[in-house]
């Protein structure tokens, strides 16, 4: 079984594990995905380097690490600046 890790922006990105273990399952791999929530680790990194010494400090045997950073963010700023269809 192979265990992974989704880095991301907000709890609502936890939905994109069942995506990923389905691209594992069709390789006839099973797996296990769980986001990292600092926020519960007691300490609130800002960088994606941070984030991710953090979460290899917190799970030493990460073999995957997903992340997930930015799409809401540059989704707003699209829809801000009138680029819309």
């Known amino acids: ?9 907000g709890s609502s990105d936890r939905l994109l594990i069942h ?3 389905w691209v ?7 797996s296990k995905g769980e986001r990292i929530d600092f ?3 007691g300490s609130a990194p800002k ?3 941070e984030k991710v010494d953090l979460a290899l400090t917190l799970n030493p045997d990460i073999k995957f690490l997903f ?3 930015g799409c809401r963010k540059a989704i707003n700023r699209f829809s801000q600046s009138g680029n819309r269809k």
């Open 1 to 9: 079984m192979i265990q992974y890790f989704i880095i991301s922006d």
């Open 19 to 21: 995506p990923i273990d």
């Open 24 to 30: 594992f399952r069709t390789k006839g791999v099973e």
């Open 39 to 41: 926020v519960r680790s």
């Open 47 to 49: 960088s994606i380097a």
């Open 67 to 69: 992340i997930i950073q």
